[in-house]
């Protein structure tokens, strides 16, 4: 599945503009000169430009929020996180409602592993602008890795309700669903993934191995052959064809099962061989590992 990355420079861009431009973000200042003179600047991409004039604009006067906020913005496209997250606090602590560094502020603390300080800041937003769909999706991923899994699964359903389409929502929110207990509506969302776009590996790994938990080991194999073909990490690959062979084992599928293992073996899995001499003695012996093997 290709997952829009939403801590990228050119989605930061994107967003930013979005705010930037109509100059507002609930902000009740006005947009002087130097700032209108940035942020053109700004959305032309020439960046070096854009920080003279909001310079400029801070130096007249230094609660300009606006200019504080575009600041940090270019040392956010730029990467440099710790300069652009000085900026977004100037910028707060003029305009504690500037919900423009308060989501960029989330992204900065997001980087640095800061997750509950994001989720405060993303709350504090969605209150500013409870419409801003992204704003769920991005604070059910926090609220995911704060373990709150049940508030994690209201933000991805939220956001769903609005973009029924993005794949990487129905991911997470079948992780959520999974961690809180829900294994049966984690399969349906890891499904709903493969129904969006049918080459996801990790939505064919989970759902097959939670078919696997409910013994339904014929779909688990499926799964895990669509996963096989779609896996690049040999190591990955080669884990995933030993698990197959178990399951193929179970079913009574013997032949396919240690052909399996056998393959596990040949591209370097250390348990195959363990498998090969339990369970399929005339495979054993034959062909050792071989370097050649992907």
């Known amino acids: 599945m290709t997952v829009f990355n939403y801590h990228s420079p050119l989605w930061y861009l994107l967003i930013s503009v979005m705010v930037l431009y109509s100059c507002q973000s609930h902000n009740e200042q006005p947009c002087d000169d130097h700032f209108i003179k940035g942020n053109n600047f ?10 003279e004039e909001f310079t400029l604009a801070i130096r007249e006067d230094k609660k300009n929020a606006n200019a504080l906020l575009g600041m940090g913005n270019i040392y956010m496209i730029r990467g440099e996180y710790t300069n652009a997250e000085v900026y977004f606090n100037k910028a707060l602590q003029v305009n504690p409602k500037l919900m423009m560094a308060l989501y960029s502020r989330s992204q900065i603390y997001s980087f640095k592993g800061n997750n509950k300080e994001a989720f405060d800041d ?14 769920y999706f991005l604070r059910g991923t926090q609220n995911s890795i704060l373990g709150k899994y049940e508030e994690a699964i209201a933000d991805f359903t939220r956001y769903l309700a609005h973009h029924p389409d993005v794949g990487s929502a129905y991911y997470l929110r079948g992780m959520s669903k999974l961690q809180h207990g829900d294994r049966t509506g984690a399969i349906d969302d890891f499904t709903r993934v493969l129904e969006i776009e049918n080459d996801d590996l990790n939505a064919y790994y989970m759902r097959g191995l939670l078919y696997g938990e409910k013994y339904d080991s014929q779909s688990a194999i499926n799964d895990f ?12 690959k080669r884990s995933l064809v030993l698990l197959r062979g178990r399951y193929k084992y179970g079913l009574g599928q013997k032949e396919s099962g240690c052909a399996d293992f056998s ?25 050792k590992p071989s370097s050649k093997m992907k």
């Not at 504090?124 to 769909?133: S, T, W, Y």
């Not at 052959?225 to 990955?236: K, R």
């Open 225 to 236: 052959s669509h996963a096989i073909t779609l896996a690049s990490d040999s190591v990955f």
């Open 42 to 51: 700004f959305l032309t991409c020439d960046f070096n430009k854009a920080m």
């Open 122 to 135: 993303l709350t504090k937003m969605l209150e500013i602008v409870p419409d801003f769909e992204l704003g």
């Open 263 to 287: 393959v596990a073996r040949q591209m370097g899995d250390t348990t195959a061989q363990g498998y090969l001499d339990t369970y399929c003695a005339s495979q054993s012996q034959k062909t």
